[in-house]
């Protein structure tokens, strides 16, 4: 059965940094594309990161660039979102997703991804 588990979710205070672990059972995940995305309270859930299983192209939505990097690990069948300078719109339950197959123009849109973890609580507040 495939598994995704995500953890590293916690309070950080503006300005911070917390790093974000997916990781995998039953599966290796060098061989799936793999998507974080997060929701807000009362907001929808958005893509916010994603990372191929073809060349490890990387993809940002526009609100993370430049403070938020995706990689792999794959000796430990880990990805990593690393997420730096935290602002409290960054508050909300954290996702990944991995999908074998995944178009790269769709690369953050949830629709893409079959197999989701639980979600992890990222807390960004003074």
């Known amino acids: 059965q495939l598994q995704l588990v995500e953890s590293g979710g916690g309070l950080a205070q503006p300005g911070g940094a917390l790093r974000l672990s997916c990781s995998a059972s039953?599966?290796?995940?060098?061989?799936?594309?793999i998507g974080w995305f997060r929701q807000a309270p009362g907001k929808e859930r958005e893509g916010i990161s994603y990372?191929?299983?073809?060349?490890?192209?990387?993809y940002y939505t526009d609100s993370v660039k430049g403070r938020f990097t995706i990689s792999r690990d794959n000796a430990k069948n880990a990805v990593y979102l690393q997420m730096n300078n935290l602002k409290p719109e960054d508050t909300g339950v954290y996702y990944c997703?991995?999908?074998?197959?995944?178009?790269?123009?769709?690369?953050?849109?949830?629709?893409?991804?079959?197999?989701w973890g639980q979600g992890t609580q990222v807390t960004v507040s003074s």
């Open positions: 039953g599966f290796n995940l060098d061989t799936f594309a």
């Open positions: 997703a991995a999908d074998s197959h995944v178009y790269s123009w769709a690369a953050l849109s949830e629709y893409e991804y079959g197999y």
């Open positions: 990372i191929s299983n073809t060349d490890d192209t990387t």
